[in-house]
Each structure stands twice: as structure tokens, then as C-alpha cells.
């Protein structure tokens, strides 16, 4: 079955630098892949996504982008707040509903 | 919009109790999840619904676990007895349903701890 991995599991960087979390994904029929922030007591947010059609997406300070022939996907976040800290989750789906999530990143923005 | 909502947010019972947890999803979404998230780690799927019909319980213990959505709109998961094992977050999800809508919507959880 799909499996991801998800690194790094800690990531601290300097407010107003980039973060960087790279998932990889094992089925290459996997054709969608959202990103979840999750803070603290609180369910996990969906906050960008990308299908399989499509190289690279951004909303604002955050984007993804997507390797089909490496099988994997990362997430960028640029100039980081210290909101930016939460634990950040990669999945993959293939086309169901059925998500398959990695094991996450906890992100601390040090003010 | 509301978002999904979930109760209790927190429960703590003992090893062999009964326990359930509810779950009102967007209105609208036709499509229902119940997840299981163990401390560090990412929401594990139990079951997903369609309307009110089962359509996936592959990963749901059903020596222990039950769950229905009897109207196709809020849904109940119990876990009957519930084992030291069982102490994690219950997450209820919920996405428009169809073909092509992917996008699943989370509740803030159920923290269970089982002692």
C-alpha cells in the first residue's frame, strides 16, 4: 500500500527565514496531496494542495511543489512568523478519499 | 460556516468503560470521516461514509469499535470496552463528496485517555 515519509520531524528557523519540509510518497498513482497545519489542541487545517497535473502551486508566503518522477513533494514557507509554529502534516491520496498521512514536521519560528 | 464540530473535546475514562464521541460535519458534505491520531503521529483512518453507508471500514477494530450515521448527516463512534491502547485523538472529518472533491475538513478532535 501508499506509504509517505515526512522530513525532517523538528524544524526551527530565525523569524523571516524560509522553511523547507519535503515529503515522499511510494505509489505513483498517488494524485493528490494536501497540507495540514495542525496547532496545538486543534484539528489539522488544510492550508495549500496539488494535484498531479500540476508542478508547483502558491498562496501567499506558502507554496508547494511536486516531483511525479521522484515521487515527492515539498512545502515552502517564506518569511516565517512565530504563528508559522505548529506541526505540519504531508498525505497522499490516489484519487479516493482515502488519505495516507506522514508522520509530521513540528515547526518553530524563534522570534 | 460553521466548521465541523466535535464532542467532548476531552474524555477520560477507565480501562473496560464504554466511551462515544460525536460528530456534526459541514452542512452539505456528504462525505464523513473518523480518523485515530496517536501522539506524534499523523490521523489514521477508521471508517469513511457516504450519506449514511459505510463505504470503507477496512481499519476500524470491530471487536471493540462501532460507529453509525443513521440520517447521512452528524455521526456517533463508540469503542466498547475501551483498552489502554485506545488513549489517542478522534478526529471527524468531512468533505462535499463526488467525483474529483478531495478536500477533507477537520473537526478539533476528541482527546481520549484511557486509564
Known amino acids: 500500500g501508499e506509504n509517505v515519509e515526512q522530513h525532517p520531524s523538528t524544524l526551527s528557523v530565525q523569524e523571516g527565514d524560509s522553511a523547507v519540509i519535503k515529503c515522499t510518497y511510494s505509489d505513483s498513482a498517488s494524485n493528490y496531496f494536501p497540507w495540514y497545519k495542525q496547532e496545538l489542541g486543534k484539528g489539522p487545517q488544510l492550508i495549500i494542495d496539488?494535484?498531479?497535473?500540476?508542478g508547483e502551486k502558491k498562496d501567499q508566503r506558502i507554496a508547494v511543489t511536486l516531483n511525479k518522477t521522484a515521487k515527492h513533494f515539498s512545502l515552502h514557507i517564506t518569511e516565517t512568523q512565530p504563528e508559522d509554529s505548529a506541526v505540519y502534516f504531508c498525505?497522499?491520496?490516489?484519487?479516493?478519499?482515502?488519505?495516507?498521512f506522514g508522520t509530521g514536521t513540528r515547526l518553530k519560528v524563534l522570534a | 460556516e460553521a466548521g465541523v464540530v466535535q464532542s467532548p473535546r476531552y474524555k477520560i475514562i477507565e480501562k473496560k468503560q464504554p466511551v462515544a464521541f460525536w460528530c456534526n460535519p459541514i452542512?452539505?458534505?456528504?462525505?464523513l470521516y473518523w480518523y485515530r491520531q496517536n501522539l506524534g503521529q499523523g490521523p489514521e483512518l477508521l471508517i469513511r461514509y457516504e450519506n449514511e453507508e459505510a463505504v470503507d471500514d477496512s481499519q476500524l477494530p470491530k471487536d471493540r469499535f462501532s460507529a453509525e450515521r443513521l440520517k447521512g448527516v452528524d455521526s456517533t463512534l463508540k469503542i466498547q470496552p475501551a483498552e489502554l491502547g485506545d488513549s489517542a485523538v478522534y478526529l471527524c472529518a468531512s468533505s462535499l463528496g463526488g467525483r474529483g472533491d478531495y478536500e477533507q475538513y477537520f473537526g478539533p478532535g476528541t482527546r481520549l485517555t484511557v486509564t
Open positions: 496539488i494535484r498531479s497535473n500540476v
Open positions: 452542512s452539505g458534505h456528504n462525505t
Open positions: 498525505a497522499a491520496s490516489m484519487g479516493t478519499y482515502k488519505y495516507i
